[in-house]
Structure formats: C-alpha cells, structure tokens
C-alpha cells in the first residue's frame, strides 16, 4: 500500500513537473513576445519621430522657399513695370536726365535684389534635395523666376547703356 501511495505521488508529481514545464515554456514564449513587442515599440516610435523632425525640417524649408519666391516675384513684377515705362521719347535734356536717373536707380534695385534671387535659388535647390517627390512645380517656379529675372537684368543694363549714351 505504502509502495502504490509513493507510486502515486510520484505519478502526481511527475504529473504537476510536465505542467510546471508548460507553464515555464509558456511564462519564457510570453517573455519573449513582449520583448519583441517592446523593442517594436522603441523602433516605430524612434522612426516617427525621425519622420517628424525631417517632415519639420521639409515644412520649414518650404515655407522659406515660397515665402521667398512670393516677394522675389512680386517685386520682379514691380521691376518689370518701372523697365516698361521708361520712354524711348527724349524731348529735352530733362527728360534724358530723369530718364538716366531712373534707369541707375533701377539698375541699382536689380543689383541689390541678386542676393535674394541667389538666396531663393538656393533654398529651392535644398527642398528639392529633401524632397522625393513631384518636384516638377518647384522646379518650374525656379525656372520661370531665372528666366524672368534674366530678363529684367538684361532689359534694365539696356537701358541704362542706352541712357548713358544720351546724356
């Protein structure tokens, strides 16, 4: 009788070292995937916040570029205007005077705005860099903006050799 209770308890604690084993088996697999699960974690919160500092960074390069190519435009419309008023009609030495002295002051103008088109170009040039895609609006705002501004340089040294050789 003795011999059959330590045969069962035996039994039994052979019984409860298999579920013992289960459940360390199942305590180690749940370690485990929360290891796993946390080091998921750390990584997609490490890479949203890469994501969101660069995205910070393309936002304010953009909104440097367009607020500069806002007023480089604006102004090269002025610009434009004042190059298009000038008369080629001299009636007196007044008029080939004033007209001198407004081709300087205009040639003085462009002279000064050449770093904030060489600035634009620039931050144009970096936000195309930052950005993978559509690049064909900014590349086509930079394009018209030389273009116009190439325009207006030549236009207005024109003039102004011109002027120059009346007075």
Known sequence: MEAERVNAVLVHGRHLLEQAQVVSDDV????????????????????????????????????????????????????????????DAVRSTNDVTQQLNNALSLAADVERQRRNVDDVTSTGCQLLELVDTEQSDVEQQMSSMEDRWTTLNQRTYQTLHLHTQLA
């Open 28 to 87: 180690s697999t749940a370690v485990e995937l929360l290891d796993s699960v946390d080091r998921r974690w750390t990584s997609l919160r490490q890479t949203a916040s890469d994501v969101s500092t660069r995205l910070n960074h393309v936002l304010s390069v953009s909104n440097s570029f367009h607020h500069g190519m806002t007023s480089l435009v604006a102004w090269i419309e002025l610009a434009e205007d004042r190059c298009s008023r000038q008369s």
